[in-house]
T-cell receptor, first 111, second 115 residues
Framework: AQRVTQPEKLLSVFKGAPVELKCNYSYSGSPELFWYVQYSRQRLQLLLR??SRESIKGFTADLNKGETSFHLKKPFAQEEDSAMYYC?????????????FGKGTKLSVIP | EAGVVQSPRYKIIEKKQPVAFWCNPISGHNTLYWYLQNLGQGPELLIRYENEEAVDDSQLPKDRFSAERLKGVDSTLKIQPAELGDSAVYLC?????????????FGEGSRLTVL
């Protein structure tokens, strides 16, 4: 079974400080990892995916298969980064496309 | 484009009453998902459709929940009868493809309160 763990329910940082939102996963196959974000009063939306190896709004995330992690990082937090962040895993096997979410981490950036 | 549209946004009912949620996905998206989100939790998949076919409904409590996607476009999720523990947000999402790289687009959700 696949599982996504986000150990922090709430993370508070000061504006300009570095941010790291932790995500660990459990899956025996080749995973596909995502970060979704939900800003206040907005719908859940994709932030980034590991296969794109992109930086979105200054955020990056690297898949570490050895540590089974996909931590989300940003060098300098901004107030507008305050939101709920969900890590998600999709199994990449044929016929199996279940997307499993973690419980989420609420990021609060203090001005 | 409006994105994924859900209705109603909010619904308050008494236990044992029926309730239905409606979802209109993004035009052209073949894959439709219903997720359940309890307070303080991440979304959990209830059912996934590929066109009209329910291809993954293993997490749907079939004794009281039902869903349909007629003509492979709009979808309805029904609960009958509702229980107190069904209070949650019901999210609908759609994607162009279900497999590698396919991004899910979510609706605003339908918040159900069962009294």
């Amino acid at each position: 079974a696949q599982r996504v763990t986000q150990p922090e329910k709430l993370l508070s940082v000061f504006k300009g400080a570095p941010v790291e939102l932790k995500c660990n996963y459990s899956y025996s196959g080749s995973p596909e990892l995502f970060w979704y974000v939900q800003y206040s009063r907005q719908r859940l939306q994709l932030l980034l995916r590991h296969i794109s190896r992109e930086s979105i709004k200054g955020f990056t995330a690297d898949l570490n298969k050895g540590e089974t992690s996909f931590h989300l990082k940003k060098p300098f937090a901004q107030e507008e980064d305050s939101a709920m962040y969900y890590c998600a895993l999709r199994s990449a096997g044929a016929g199996s496309y279940q997307l499993t979410f973690g419980k989420g981490t609420k990021l609060s950036v203090i001005p | 484009e409006a994105g994924v549209v859900q209705s109603p946004r909010y619904k308050i009912i008494e236990k044992k009453q029926p309730v239905a949620f409606w979802c209109n996905p993004i035009s052209g998206h073949n894959t439709l998902y219903w997720y359940l989100q309890n307070l303080g939790q991440g979304p959990e998949l209830l059912i996934r459709y590929e066109n009209e076919e329910a291809v993954d409904d293993s997490q749907l409590p079939k004794d009281r929940f039902s869903a349909e996607r007629l003509k492979g476009v709009d979808s309805t999720l029904k609960i009958q009868p509702a229980e107190l523990g069904d209070s949650a947000v019901y999210l609908c999402a759609s994607s162009l493809v279900a497999f590698r790289g396919g991004e899910l687009f979510f609706g605003e959700g339908s918040r159900l309160t069962v009294l």
